[in-house]
């Protein structure tokens, strides 16, 4: 086995977030993958298998430290460039196909860059009021700034509060807890001068109810993507930042293929790879 460090989505060097990724998983119990993800302290760390349908070119199994995820955007980019870096062919070129919890996933390559496919929402429309009402308190936002509560939920079960500028979403004071199962983030239009259209910001509660900012949010970025297009307020493409706020400077670039499907891309580095004793799995 071998454990390679990734940074995903970053803007320059360590700039992004982690990821572990553990190669050669096909011997590991769900418990030793759940308790190597504890020990690495990422957000999610991800184990590479054989693929069980025929179309796909890898299979991932995504866990957090409080369990395993059905879909996750930065480590589904990570995964795809420690699987590609192995020296790994896909059957389809230049698109990757990685099998995870959603099904089949799609990764395209552009030069340095790796983007996959925002999968379709699982729950999307407006928050209720008290929803509403619930998130502008847990992330502690300025009500009046907050323009639109809608869910955007692609597995994780995220809901959006889109603000007016770029300014609130950095102003935001969230709180300290969150009940379990809590993912909310914020979204502002960057204002004359910002070299990005969009600051992100996006926080869930751990395993023991803290109230955690993520560096960078691939799915969150990609419910985000679908919902901007969808309701004509992004054209085309989009460049978002994300992570500022926690010493990280995460570039997110979001693009419309015109055919319905929006594209979520970034950088991906491998910081380091080493070997991963058995006994330590």
């Known amino acids: ?27 590991m119990t769900a ?17 590479l ?35 590609l870096e192995m020296g790994s062919t896909p059957k ?30 699982t729950r999307y429309g407006p928050m209720t009021e008290d929803e509403r009402a619930e998130a502008i308190r847990l992330t502690g936002v300025d009500p009046d700034a907050v323009v639109e509560a809608v869910h955007v939920s692609n597995g994780p079960e995220w809901q959006l509060l889109r603000l007016r500028s770029d300014a609130d979403v950095l102003a935001a004071d969230p709180a300290p807890k969150a009940p379990l199962g809590t993912d909310i983030g914020l979204a502002g239009p960057g204002g004359e001068g910002s070299p990005v259209d969009w600051e992100i910001r996006a926080f869930f509660s751990d395993t023991v109810g803290r109230f955690r900012e993520d560096p960078v949010t691939g799915s969150f970025n ?6 901007l297009f969808r309701s004509g307020l992004a054209l085309s493409a ?32 491998t910081v380091s790879s080493q070997g991963l004793l058995p006994e330590f799995a």
């Not at 940074?7 to 011997?27: E, Y």
């Not at 025929?54 to 409080?66: K, L």
Request: proline share 6%.
């Open 238 to 269: 989009y460049r978002a930042a994300q992570g500022r706020k926690i010493g990280a400077d995460g570039l997110i670039i979001c693009e419309d293929d015109g055919a319905g499907s929006a594209w979520i891309g970034g950088t991906s580095t």
């Open 31 to 47: 418990e030793q993958m759940l308790r190597l993800t504890q020990w690495l302290g990422f957000s999610e760390t991800t184990f």
């Open 92 to 121: 389809r070129g230049d698109v990757i196909v990685q099998e995870c919890g959603v099904g089949l996933v799609e990764v395209k390559r552009d030069g340095d860059r790796l983007a996959f496919r925002a999968p379709e929402f």
């Open 1 to 27: 086995m071998k454990l390679d460090l990734v940074d995903v989505f970053g803007s320059g060097p360590l700039s992004g977030n982690p990821l572990g990724v553990v190669h050669g998983a096909d011997d």
């Open 49 to 83: 298998l054989p693929p069980t349908d025929p179309a796909a070119d890898y299979r991932v199994r995504i866990f957090y430290p409080g369990g395993e995820l059905p879909f996750a955007g930065h480590p589904t980019l990570g995964s795809c460039h420690a699987w």
């Open 222 to 227: 990609a419910g985000v993507a679908l919902h």
